[in-house]
């Protein structure tokens, strides 16, 4: 089956690098406009130019902190009136924080809250206006199976990614009428940047393949996933093809999550 989302427009944050760098490239590559939304201007516009080198569409790249009203708002306005719509959008802005329930303050659940969050909430509260009047509109909500699955130790992370689940079927019920779609991804454990930096950090001394190998043992299919095999079913929620799918939250994981 050959995706394709010629005419749409998507708009993803965090896009610069990993999961949403991979999203943004194959919603390019399958014809949509794309504007990435991220933190660092100068790895924006590095990744703005390979997408644009993948794919025939317009490709926008625009700054933003996605824990900041403000800027999200500006952020919106200028990817609306340089693409003229938005019919996409991915909410993958985000990081890992995790930790000892009692060594968590309240600036951490503050600023994991509001990254992961409220900038979801604020992006679909922009966007979800115009889908309805449109009559077509698709979000995917970027969360992970800790959301399904909390573990000791993974607050405030796992915390916040469960409420962006509750929040995946609070608007997939208000949009479904007006046919707009609503799923979220439940990330396992993907190859990124993020996984570089943790490899560094926690085993200096093995090298990244031995590393991969390690973390893989501990998952059904035997290996950590991919970035693209991640953004082959964002495409799919995000395009025709998944008409009749909302208000899901989808395993990307190899089988490790123990629920379904």
Not at 8 to 30: N, W
Not at 183 to 195: P, R, S, Y
Request: hydrophobic share 40%; proline share 3%; charged share 25%.
């Amino acid at each position: 089956m050959e995706i394709r989302m010629d005419g749409r427009s998507a708009l993803v944050t965090g896009g610069s690098r990993g999961m949403g760098r991979a999203i943004a490239m194959k919603f390019a590559e399958a014809g949509a406009d794309v504007a990435i939304v991220a933190r660092r201007p100068e790895v924006l516009e590095e990744t703005k130019s390979e997408i644009e080198a993948a794919g025939k569409g317009r490709v926008g790249a625009y700054v933003c902190d996605a824990a900041d009203a403000d800027q999200i708002k500006a952020a919106y306005e200028s990817v609306t009136s340089d693409f003229g719509k938005v019919d996409i959008l991915v909410n993958n802005a985000g990081t890992s924080m995790a930790g000892k329930f009692e060594d968590i303050t309240d600036e951490m659940w503050e600023a994991d809250l509001s990254l992961k969050l409220f900038g979801a909430i604020r992006f679909c509260r922009l966007a979800f206006p115009s889908m309805k009047k449109r009559r077509w509109g698709r979000i995917i909500n970027i969360v992970t199976i800790g959301g399904k699955a909390p573990a000791a130790e993974k607050a405030p992370t796992v915390v916040t990614r469960a409420a962006g689940m509750a929040l995946t079927k609070v608007l997939a019920g208000e949009g479904a009428p007006h046919n707009v779609l609503v799923n979220a991804l439940c990330t396992g454990q993907i190859v990124t940047d993020q996984t570089r930096r943790f490899h560094k950090r926690s085993e200096p001394d093995m090298s990244f393949d031995e590393y991969l190998i390690k973390r893989g043992e501990s998952i059904p299919l035997g290996r950590m996933g991919d970035a693209e095999e991640y953004a082959n079913m964002a495409c799919f929620l995000a395009s025709d093809a998944s008409s009749y799918i909302t208000g899901t939250a989808v395993n990307i994981d190899g089988g490790l999550c123990p629920v379904v």
